[in-house]
RNA sequence: CGGGGUGUAGCGCAGUUGGUAGCGCGUAUGGUUCGGGACCAUAAGGCCGCGAGUUCGAGUCUCGCCACUCCGACCA
């Protein structure tokens, strides 16, 4: 590729809306352009980098026996209403009427499609495993996109469906896609990521881990114990707690709190510890008229997902001020008006007692409470969020956090679809079985957001030699020379030959500091220098862009020590 | 969904008490330079987000809308 043609503006400044390093560099190395928010276009560097990670996507796939197909972007309601998502999704899911007025979405994942592609196609126990996988445009209309390629609303996502005869056969297969997809990420040149477990929400599944990339910042947070190996999301992590000093029993007693309507004012005016005070965080439930107040210690903090587990439906955080019956700051769990109302206790209220709860009424709450002996839940749930320095689960030693990108996903589906949609299978018995399915994406985009993200140095991208658009950055300085035009342009010739993809600086009158600089934010793995200083001794000049060493090689062995350093770079990439 | 912020040349920004629009980068042309974002000269490029209002006069003041963006969505 000519640099002179190549569609994509190098710019020295970071557009003002920008606020994480990769896509800060994407934009400024001219890789992507904002459309609409959430939306991107890719120029031609970011395409090329697109294609090579979904060729190692494919490869990796083919080998566990994946079979690529395509489902359609648009499909009709109906499909959707088989599964009974139609109306479970929100309005993360575009929908729009066809001219005749039918019910029409934009695919955001293709669950269904993937059972409507298998069913009665597949009807023999004969047939399976099988695996079905595609690499398509997605739409989810995210309540708030950012980070540039990290959270769209538009995006190429490859996403797999597995079907089998057993939760067994699933489980080995699973095991051997948590190992493709190690593969994938390793190829593509990511260091910092690990896979863990992570939430199944709502799905019912029984076993999913998510690959994150470790990385200040990510949105998601991890809890990783280093001793043992533990690593989980936030949103399934648990913990072993410490036991917690309560102080002496006491009978129940109302206190005037005048204004306290927070732990923190809480304890501040009655002057008493966190640990001794029960803190209500109210839900509502989406879609039905009922709200759930979940009940935890106070110096601890709701876990949405594992509630949202706990009590099997879609809660979103609710603000009890002005909408209800509730007490807004002096909710309690003693004389609760549970109309409607679901109650959950988190485990550390389990043997707690001598703690102040709300009253239920204002300025009031009420204090000396013992759990077990004035409240008597019926269970208590864990539903706490992991705090720093808490002891691992498994071993005991201290926890830490770190933050994350998620780049990938595998989750064990079980029956939910094949059932909800009728799916059958017949077994070697000839009875009806309905077969368990696995899920497995990876969103490419966020993989060419998560290298730059991850590979870069102050002057711009370190592009891994398996993913790089270009493998070598020709920059031909003094072009207006004829021995350095012919010199560069029989390298550039020569690589091409060889189908090693090269992008030539073949501007004139550009200086050769804007030659260097834009190299350097560009980020081809391998640089070639051509002037005339060099080829007075016959020379070029190779750099590394990872190292920026440099080394003068002569003219006629140039291909050469290139082909060396592409085999290097890719056995270390394997 | 809640709360901020910002919309002026392709990009980054300035624009005073209201008086007919500016800087840097980039682009074009000519010249001098040229192994780390060179210099000189000249030029092109604007519905000042959109719509009302106040005013002799609005980029500037008022109201409405739209777009983009950041933060929050653990407050009991």
Redesign the pocket.
Known sequence: MLLSKLVG???????????ILSHSLLV?AGFIK?V???IFSLTSPAQLMSLNIEAIIREEMNKIDGQEVKFPVVMPRELWESSGRYSTIGSEMARFKDRGGKDMLLGMTHEEASVHMVKNTVSSYAQLPCMIYQIQTKFRDE?????GLIRVREFTMKDGYSFHMTDDDLSKYYDKCLEAYHNIFRRIGLKRFISVKSDTGMMGGSIAHEFMLLTDVGEDTLVLCDECGYKANMEVATSKRFGVDFGKNSAMEEVFTADA??????TAYLNIEKTNT??????AVRGEDTLVV?FIRGDL????AK?KKAVMKNIV?????NESE???????CIGLNSKNTLVVFDKSLEGAYNMVT?ANKAEYHIKGVDVSRDVKPKEFVDIA?VKLGEACPICGKPLHLENGIEIGNIFQLGTKYTKSMNMTVLNDKGEAVYPTMGCYGIGVGRAIASIAQESNDE??LILPMSVAPYRVHICA??I?EPLVKEKAFALYNELKSKGISALIDDRE??????K??????MGMPIRV?V????LQNG???V?KRST?E?ENVSAESVVARIETIIAEEMEKLK
Do not use: Q, Y
Request: charged share 35%; aromatic share 4%; proline share 5%.
């Open positions: 503006e190098r710019v020295k400044e970071t557009p003002s809306d920008v606020k400024r904002a609409a928010n959430g309540p708030r996109c950012r980070g309507k927070d732990i923190d004012a809480l029960i803190k209500a965080v109210a839900f979940a903090e709701v876990n949405e509630l955080p609710f603000d009890a001020e509730l007490t807004a700051g002096n909710i309690g709300g969020k002057k711009g300085l003094r207006d009158n550009v200086s050769n500091g804007v260097f600089a834009d190299a350097d934010l220098v002037s005339p200083r060099g020379e070029m000049e750099v920026l440099k």
